[in-house]
Structure formats: structure tokens, C-alpha cells
């Protein structure tokens, strides 16, 4: 496993942006896919987007795409989420999640796929 921490979270008006931040450490050599999870108040933790770590292959939930961008940074074990248009239902605790594996571009990823898990970083969006 390795150790993740997001940063970058806050309170945004609605149409703005925020961009979030995963340190990825604890492995020398980062590998397989990570992933951004979030989970809005009395609700499931619900997939946003993931990244291949080498290729950079992407995936984004629909309530997402063409607002939010994954990246990842190998020098600097970094993982981001650039938030734009932001809206009030985005409103969630964000996380940042790691595994080994790599998965097709049509796979539908659960929780279960991912096997570290950051803290957490809030995002509340005002109307």
C-alpha cells in the first residue's frame, strides 16, 4: 500500500474552481491506477475520475465530464483534480485512492477496486 494526502479543498461559490492535490508516498515506484472518490452528506462514496499512472489513459464520471480534469505528476508523486464550473452538488469530501491494477478504459470502478484510500478533503460549493 502506500500513503496518500489530499490538500486543496475549501468553499467556492457556484462557477467557480478548485483544484485538488494527492502526495503519493511509501512506494518507490508508482505504479498500476489512482482514482478520485467522493462522498456527499448521507451518501455513498461515488467514483469521479482515474488515471493510469504510466500512459495517463482516463476516465470520468458523467456528472463530471468536461468540467473536472485528472493528471498526475511522476516526477513529484502527485495526483490532481482540477474542478471548473463547480455546482452546488459537488459538494462532497473528496478522495484520493490508489491500486496496482490497471483497468480498461470502459471499466466501471467501484470502491472495492482501490486499496488505499487518503483522509479526505472537503469541497463545499455555495449557490
Known amino acids: 500500500q502506500v500513503q496518500l494526502v489530499e490538500s486543496g479543498g475549501g468553499l467556492v461559490q457556484a462557477g467557480h474552481s478548485l483544484r485538488l492535490a494527492c502526495a503519493v508516498s511509501g512506494r518507490s515506484v508508482i505504479a498500476g491506477t489512482m482514482g478520485w472518490f467522493r462522498q456527499g452528506p448521507g451518501k455513498d462514496r461515488d467514483f469521479v475520475a482515474a488515471i493510469a499512472w504510466f500512459g495517463a489513459a482516463t476516465k470520468y464520471a458523467d456528472s463530471v465530464k468536461g468540467r473536472f480534469t485528472i493528471s498526475r505528476e511522476k516526477a513529484g508523486n502527485t495526483l490532481y483534480l482540477q474542478m471548473n464550473s463547480l455546482r452546488p452538488e459537488d459538494t462532497a469530501v473528496y478522495y484520493c485512492?490508489?491500486?496496482?491494477?490497471?483497468?480498461?478504459?470502459?471499466?466501471?470502478?467501484?470502491?472495492?477496486?482501490?486499496?488505499?484510500w487518503g483522509q479526505g478533503t472537503q469541497v463545499t460549493v455555495s449557490s
Open positions: 485512492a490508489a491500486t496496482a491494477e490497471y483497468y480498461s478504459e470502459t471499466y466501471t470502478y467501484r470502491t472495492a477496486d482501490f486499496d488505499s
